[in-house]
């Protein structure tokens, strides 16, 4: 396992600076089924639209929480690009360095989920945040020392990720990072051990580790978590969906079931708990009560018409807090 002095923790740096993340922003269309998907015919369903991208939607949760955060995305030259910049910074992000691209429309994504409120299929279109240059990336480096750490998603190229991460261990601040998908979360794999956390789900640490595994099985997650872990990560934190999360470091592990609710959309529940994750941390509190709030963020996320709730507050997921 590498040397802890290889990656900065959470405890050793300026928590009061705002949290720096770059990944896709993009809009959010979910159709949710009334029935059964049937191929070659339109289905009855209830459709709607919001804002989203895994980088967006983290930033969002940290600015509703309270903690000041820097935005580094890529959108399009149209009104789609318009109006996340303008949703972001009535939500209290710092957008200054999103891009704006004529080459390709801002990004989209495009989920159906049943009657339960499970993913069946998606697609996304992201070609436009592949236009993020090593280049704008290095002409705001200096920024890497006014951050308390950095969050990552891996719609990024493999050059950008690297530049980052690079940068971010010159400045000595923690790395996040969510896999995002399980085609694109091999990226993270040469990375693992300069990672001060990481929340992949069950299919995403399975690519991580070459270990596929049931997420109904308790057992089989929590090793895989502690795979990471011996990988170099700091932190990880593997999602069960339906089942909850497991979670490990090297001093700790354990497990969290999630609590019932009515599931309209998944789409953000993740980054929900992501986000919440991260601000514990910057705020001191201990990694099992951090990765609960965590949870309370998910579930209240899965509850909402959205992908992120937009009063999300600290006072919100004490009061969701049942477990």
């Known amino acids: 396992m590498p040397r802890s002095s290889d990656r900065p923790s959470f405890a050793e740096v300026n928590k009061e600076n705002p949290v720096l993340v770059i990944g896709a922003a993009g809009i959010d269309i979910v159709g949710q089924l009334k029935g059964e998907l ?3 015919t339109s289905c009855p369903a209830q459709i ?10 983290v930033a969002e949760n940290l600015a509703r929480l309270g903690h000041p955060v820097h935005l580094i995305s890529v959108v399009g030259s149209d009104h789609a690009g318009d109006r996340i910049i303008q949703q972001a910074e009535d939500a209290g992000i710092n957008v200054q360095l999103v891009v704006r691209n004529s080459e390709f429309p801002t990004g989209a994504y495009l989920g159906i989920v049943n009657m339960d409120g499970e993913l069946i299929f998606a697609l996304d279109d992201m070609r436009i945040i592949d236009t993020l240059s090593v280049d704008t990336i290095k002409q705001n480096s200096a920024l890497f020392g006014d951050v308390s750490l950095v969050f990552v998603d891996t719609n990024l190229s493999k050059d950008v990720l690297r530049t980052i991460i690079t940068l ?19 990226k993270l794999a040469v990375h693992l051990p300069k990672l001060a956390l990481i929340s992949p789900n069950a299919s995403e640490a399975g690519v991580l580790t070459g270990h596929p595994f049931n997420p109904a099985n308790r057992g089989e997650a929590l090793e895989v978590a502690k795979i990471l872990v011996s990988k ?8 069960l969906g339906k089942y ?13 079931p999630t ?18 994750v991260i601000f514990a941390l910057l705020n001191d509190i201990p990694l099992d009560d951090a990765v609960r709030l965590g949870v309370s963020a998910a579930c209240l996320t899965l509850s909402y018409p959205g992908a992120v709730l937009s009063d999300l507050s600290l006072e919100k997921l004490y009061d969701q807090l049942v477990i």
């Open 38 to 40: 049937n191929p070659e």
């Open 48 to 57: 709607r639209t919001s804002f989203g991208g895994v980088a967006r939607n």
């Open 168 to 186: 971010a261990r010159r400045a000595n601040i923690p790395i996040c990072a969510d896999p995002t998908s399980t085609a694109l979360a091999d």
């Open 232 to 239: 170099g990560v700091e932190i990880a934190i593997v999602t």
């Open 244 to 256: 909850g999360l497991c979670y490990a470091t090297s001093e700790t592990s354990g497990y969290i």
């Open 259 to 276: 609590f019932h609710t009515k599931v309209l959309d998944p789409t953000g529940a993740g980054d929900a708990l992501s986000a919440t």
